[in-house]
């Protein structure tokens, strides 16, 4: 049976708990670390965000149906020069082109967009290029007619002629329904291998500046000292 003075012998033989230490306080960082930090992170921001806003906005007109196109030429003065940016609609049929749109397309024989307003619409025979003399022919029905199409008949507002050739409208890639003025310089210098490297190289070498900085902080921060039991008996820990 155990007794009252065998509990107290075995309470007796615990070992005194050892005293709580405080954590130390950790040194305030230097205001001259604050302010690299600030720094840094200003840069991957600022980076980030100008790279993501040079992908969202042309992006954002995409899904709507629309897409951008850079002037480099004033042949539209006043209305918009080289260095504006025009928004163009995709037409579906000729019968949305009107006189007076402005519309971007490829001339006949030219790789190139031009961007003029149109002053006519016209009904031409179509052409296609006749294979043993190499000069553009009509193309005839079956019972020899031209077959017709429909052209436009172009103009820039600082030209004080027409263009020298009708368009089909086949080549038409769509109608201006806006324009931004000195939105071009920036697309073009955000799409370019320049501007690439301008917007990700600082952020992305202040990112590694600040995973350096904190790999070197936690090697500097001292270790948690353990604490050791001292001498707690096994008994001492099961009466606790």
């Known amino acids: 049976m155990v007794t009252a003075e065998d509990i107290a012998r075995l309470v007796d033989r615990r070992a005194p708990r050892p005293p709580v230490r ?29 790279y ?13 149906g629309q897409r951008l196109l850079v002037v480099t030429s004033g042949s539209m003065a006043p209305r918009f020069v080289a260095g504006d940016v025009v928004v163009l609609r995709t037409i579906a049929d000729a019968s949305e082109l009107k ?17 003029h307003r149109i002053v006519e619409l016209r009904q031409l025979p179509a052409l296609q290029e006749d294979t043993a003399s190499g000069r553009m022919v009509p193309v005839l029905d079956g019972s020899g007619n031209p077959i017709l199409q429909p052209y436009i008949v172009t103009r820039g507002d600082a030209n004080s002629t027409p263009d020298p050739n009708a368009t089909p409208v086949s080549r038409v890639r769509g109608v201006v329904i806006g324009w931004h003025h000195h939105w071009g310089t920036v697309l073009a210098w955000t799409g370019s291998p320049r501007g690439r ?26 270790a ?4 050791p039991a001292e001498g707690r008996s096994f008994d001492a820990l099961l009466l606790d």
């Open 197 to 222: 490297a301008t917007m990700l190289v600082p952020p992305l070498l202040a990112l590694g500046a600040l995973e350096l900085a904190a790999l070197v902080r936690d090697r500097r921060r001292p």
């Open 52 to 64: 993501a806003t040079s992908l969202a906005v042309p992006l954002w007109y995409q899904v709507h």
């Open 22 to 50: 405080s954590t130390p306080a950790r040194p305030r960082r230097p205001w001259w670390r604050i302010a690299v930090g600030a720094l840094l992170w200003t840069v991957v921001a600022v980076g980030g965000l100008a």
């Open 99 to 115: 006189v007076d749109q402005v519309v971007t397309f490829r001339p006949v024989g030219s790789d190139s967009l031009v961007t």
């Open 224 to 227: 948690p000292v353990r604490q």
